[in-house]
């Protein structure tokens, strides 16, 4: 019989805390376990096969501290390796668990809040380079009209304490700007990136009014919600305490100190030597 355990929340860094604290929020009483692979950040310029492997050993890692659910809270890797470790790796072992993404459970749902039927993605190169956002889209919407938008420097702002800053201006502007003119009538935007979130504001200064500007955090969270809903069997092996433990591939005292910003809430961290 398959012991219960931890759900595990993985990303390449901080960002998927953005999406960690409204999975916590949705599912306040299981318990948890976040690893963040700061050593090796950022995923998103890399191969997809360095991303395959990096997301794999730390997939292994989880599954070894027992996590028989985990979330790769991260769009790069959720682009990059997600299929391969659930068609190829998963197939291989002899028990019960399983990994799953964000942007099948955000793309599902994308369609419904746009009017005109034309939405933006901002993410990175990787992501963007995928398509993953586009065909997973199309799956759900096959009219709707996905337009991406590669913001290389979004991520160092956040990560280097910049995204509120006016030297983010720029960069901001920048890719606002080519966005819309490559779709004039985009009415929605995903910000796929975890990152993402703590731009918001910046964002929402320079974007036009009436122009929607969603979150992956509480879509993910709600997705997650409904997918336990509907497998039981899943859902009996996920123990249920309350309690959240922090991993970091990097220094503790810099992901607690950065951690916090992302997450909201002091954090004490772990490290995990890969």
């Not at 997301?55 to 990059?80: P, Q, R, Y």
């Not at 004039?184 to 009014?209: G, M, V, W």
Request: include cysteine; proline fraction near 4%; hydrophobic fraction near 35%.
């Amino acid at each position: 019989m398959q012991a219960a355990g931890p759900i595990g929340v993985f990303d390449s860094g901080y960002g998927g805390l953005t999406v960690f604290k409204e999975i916590v929020r949705a599912l306040t009483e299981y318990d948890f376990i976040y690893l963040g692979d700061n050593a090796r950040v950022p995923y998103g310029n890399r191969s997809f096969e360095t991303v395959y492997k990096y997301t794999l050993e730390c997939v292994n890692h989880l599954f070894e501290m027992n996590c028989n659910l985990v979330i790769l809270a991260c769009n790069t890797a959720s682009a990059k390796a997600l299929r391969s470790i659930q068609q190829n790796d998963l197939t291989k072992r002899n028990d019960y668990r399983r990994v799953l993404g964000v942007i099948r459970p955000t793309a599902e749902v994308l369609g419904n809040f746009s009017k005109s039927g034309q939405v933006g993605i901002f993410a990175t190169q990787g992501t963007v380079t995928s398509e993953s956002y586009i065909i997973e889209a199309h799956k759900q919407f096959p009219e709707l009209n996905v337009t991406q938008e590669a913001c290389p420097m979004w991520v160092p702002l956040v990560e280097n304490n910049e995204f509120d800053t006016p030297g983010a201006d720029y960069f901001v502007k920048k890719h606002i700007h080519s966005l819309l003119h490559k779709a004039p009538n985009i009415d929605t935007i995903l910000l796929a990136c975890t990152h993402y979130p703590l731009l918001e504001k910046k964002i929402r200064q320079f974007l036009p009014s009436g122009i929607q500007l969603l979150g992956q955090g509480e879509i993910v969270a709600a997705s997650l919600k409904d997918y336990l809903n509907r497998h039981p069997e899943m859902e009996k092996l996920c123990t249920k305490s309350g309690h959240r433990t922090f991993y970091t591939t990097e220094s503790t005292a810099d992901f607690d100190r950065k951690g916090k910003i992302f997450l909201g809430e002091d954090i004490r961290s772990r490290h995990l030597e890969l």
